[in-house]
């Protein structure tokens, strides 16, 4: 299988233009298309694994949301919301050319599937929801304060990996190996030689806006999603309770819940019993 390709989409919010930079795998001529994409502080790397056991059969596209990855950093860091990032994926499937996707979402990418599944004539198809709901917990909005857009400068790789390893343990159980994977595509190498996260710190200023104390609640959004609907859960997961989970199998798209034991926020779908619950899903249309 070849590598994939990197290319842009130029967007637009109230102050400007920026480039939304995606990787996109497999035939560019398929019109059964897939697009996965990433959790607050990621990128579109994350998605390798899945997209290479789904790129026989699907046009896989893996954006980088704006401010982080490759794509620009928006000028105006109030402008880091769900509005822009709806109206980005919207141009980015507009420049796709197609009139359906599928969709795999982690974390903050799931909610934007959410929002663009809710709305009527929504492109989605079929939608995959990984750990993410229609209410985010205050204790999980806590834990994301703490680090996001705080992050120092690291001397070496070898203080990053550390770094990325201590925010992500809920990631689970991953090999030496796939932590030096998601640490190498979580920061990057500064002019000055240092190592420093690969997104804007400027995320956390709308972030920081929240009330912290209080869960965060959109189940009109939930109730609105008429596709088919994956939910995957890490049975840990402190984002996502199981009492959420549960009532989102009863109401809205009466999603699919699949667990997954000894993972909290998020599974980050790099393993084989991971992607078989997705592959299943998205190849059942």
Known sequence: MTAPHRTSVLCATPTGLHRLSYLEWGDPGNGRVLLCVHALTRC???????????????????????GRGASDWLKRPAE?????????????????????????????GALVGMALAAQERSPIGRLVVNDAGPVITAASLQRIGGYVGQAP???????????????????????????????????????????????????????ASLDAGVDIESWPIWDAIGCPTLLL????????TREVAVAMTERGPRAQLVEFPGIGHAPTLMHEDQIAVVREFLLAA
Request: hydrophobic fraction near 45%; aromatic fraction near 12%; include cysteine.
């Open 153 to 207: 400068p690291f001397a070496n790789f070898a203080q990053a990996e550390e770094y990325v390893r201590a925010v992500s343990a809920s990631f689970g159980p991953h090999s030496d190996d796939e932590w030096r994977f998601l640490a190498e595509h979580a920061v990057r190498r500064a002019p000055d030689g240092t190592y420093r996260v690969h997104y804007d710190p400027a995320i956390a200023v709308p972030f």
């Open 44 to 66: 579109a790397r994350d998605f390798d694994r899945l997209a290479a056991a789904l790129v026989h059969r699907y046009r896989v596209i893996c954006p980088d949301l704006p």
């Open 233 to 240: 859960r890490g049975a840990e997961s402190d984002l996502l």
């Open 80 to 108: 880091y919301t769900m509005p822009t990032y709806v109206n980005d994926l919207v141009t980015l499937i507009a420049r796709l050319d197609v009139e359906t996707v599928h969709w795999v979402g982690t974390s903050l």
